[in-house]
């Protein structure tokens, strides 16, 4: 990595990784990373919010009978909620932690900012937000649980309130190498977190929404192994004309256009090509190129896109422009396995009929590394040719599906020493994949053979999944017999002088 790239990364400060909408007769205006499209509206103008609630039929106001009355232990006219704390505070809105005095527990409250009271455009998005995410009844998609207005604070809906930390929090905790997140979060359960992400936009999908805010900032993950996709403030209909008026020239900022249109939406540092205003149309491979940028930052720390300004970001984005993550550059002790790299690169390709088509497709990948079961190559080796050779240093081992091979020491043809006949089934040169020892012998195909290569990543990545007393005796163990192995050759290297 260059001294200009560690400087780009050490100064990203979060830039691109927030939610943005961009007016045209406005700057970048930011919301909170967790949440964003919250208002508050005041009691004078709730005609304005009762216009929108078109699909009522009764309007009549329903009072709680005596009985009922009696079980809640208060009064009928009394608000059912008690504001506890503020949760946060973004560029649109206000999240707060409220208890539920029905229910007796505490939820999560969604409410816009006084300023954005009169403006019926957001009231509406608003709405529309609450009821697309109480629509989507999946274990890992917020629930929804009550719409309405709550006097001094103005209209809300609230959500259960998830215990836990953001994807992104989990992620610095790591980066940072703090000793208990490494812990707890290895490989695999971040692929795990990953894969419930991908089941809750896929049923998204098959409801005909899509997400186009997926990010590790919305994702929490619960103190009890719960996993939540969060903010669907951005959320749209798949086959609903888009509300944004794409303007592609725009070089700088502010804007100076002539109306107030939404031309942008979404995280600039993890948008799809066409997210970020390259002409085409947005639909459900936007969200599975989310999806292969939340991984990539998974794997790295940072999202696929940095830079000094929102522009420099966005220009990036339309051009597809990320840095391809080199193990050896990582600034943490992990590896990403090809078969990770295969996904995120698919995911993220910059022609939409180049990704995944689908997250059920992208699902179906991920399971097979999940799983362990690897994608691994075959390869043909004809008669007479000689793959190993002793002395080299080597990332491979070698099944043999049919054929034979020798193997040996020395110079063949020129007094070498044959160690063995392998065939069918049999594993050579496997001390590669645990060792970093030089190759103690050469392997020589004696017919045509055909083996499948297994590269000492993928291996890893599956030694990875045992227990860590059991993956250290399965290294101790390879250790002591490679040992046994050169000892081994140096008494037949004596005995043969």
């Known amino acids: 990595m260059t001294v200009n790239e560690n400087n780009e990364k050490s100064k990203k400060n979060d830039l691109g990784q927030e939610t943005v909408l961009i007016r045209n007769d ?54 059912q909620y008690d504001v506890v704390s503020e949760i946060s505070q973004g560029g649109m809105g206000v999240l707060y932690q409220v208890f539920d005095k029905n229910f007796r527990r505490n939820e999560a409250m969604k409410v816009l900012l006084p300023e954005y009271k009169y403006d019926k455009a957001l009231l509406k998005s608003f709405l529309r937000e609450a009821r697309i995410t109480a629509q989507l009844e999946h274990p890992n998609i917020i629930p929804v649980h009550d719409l309405g207005e709550l006097p001094g604070y103005g209209v809300y809906f609230t959500m259960k309130k998830v215990q836990g930390e953001t994807l992104n929090d989990i992620l610095n905790e790591l980066e940072s190498e703090n000793p208990a997140y490494i812990e707890k979060y290895d490989y695999f359960s971040l692929l795990a977190v990953f894969r419930k992400v991908c089941d809750a936009v896929s049923y998204a999908h098959s409801q005909g929404i899509l997400h186009r805010d997926i990010k590790p900032h919305n994702i929490m993950v619960g103190d009890f192994g719960e996993v939540i996709l969060m903010d669907w403030g951005l959320a ?56 292969g940028a939340t991984l990539y930052h998974i794997f790295t720390f940072i999202p ?47 022609d939409k009929q180049l990704r995944y088509q689908s997250v059920v497709e992208l699902i179906q990948d991920l399971d097979l590394v999940i799983h362990g079961k690897m994608n691994i190559d075959q390869k043909h080796i004809p008669a007479e040719e000689v793959f190993i050779n002793e002395g080299d240093f080597g990332n491979e081992c070698y099944i043999i599906l049919n054929g034979s091979v020798a193997v040996y020491k020395g110079n063949w043809g020129d007094g070498e020493v044959m160690l063995s006949k392998l065939s069918k089934g049999d594993i050579v040169g496997e001390m590669a994949l645990i060792t970093n020892a030089a190759r103690s012998a050469s392997v020589r195909t004696l017919e045509d053979t055909n083996v499948i290569v297994i590269e000492k990543d993928i291996f890893n990545a599956n030694l990875n999944r045992l227990p860590k007393w059991m993956g250290g005796a399965f290294n101790a163990l390879a250790t002591r017999l490679n040992e046994l192995d050169e000892k081994m050759a140096r008494i037949n290297h004596t005995n043969e002088s």
């Open 304 to 350: 696929p896109y940095i830079g000094t300004s929102i522009q420099s970001i966005l220009d990036k984005a339309r051009a597809c422009r990320f840095k391809l993550p080199i193990n050896n550059e990582l600034s943490h002790q992990s590896i990403i396995p090809d078969d990770v790299m295969r996904i995120i690169q698919k995911a993220m390709n910059s």
């Open 26 to 79: 406005d700057i970048v205006e930011r919301f909170s990373s967790l949440y964003n499209a919250l208002l508050d509206v005041d009691g004078e103008h709730m005609s304005d919010f009762a216009d929108l609630l078109d699909d009522r039929d009764d309007e009549t106001e329903l009072d709680l009978d005596s009985g009922l009355t009696s079980l809640l232990n208060r009064n009928p006219h009394e608000d």
């Open 236 to 291: 749209k209909e798949i086959n609903e004309e888009s509300e944004e008026k794409l303007d592609l020239t725009i070089t700088e900022y502010p804007l100076n256009m002539n109306d107030t249109h939404l031309i942008l939406k979404g995280s600039p540092g993890y948008m799809s090509p066409e997210q970020a205003g390259d002409g085409d149309t947005l639909d459900i491979r936007s969200d599975i190129f989310l999806l």
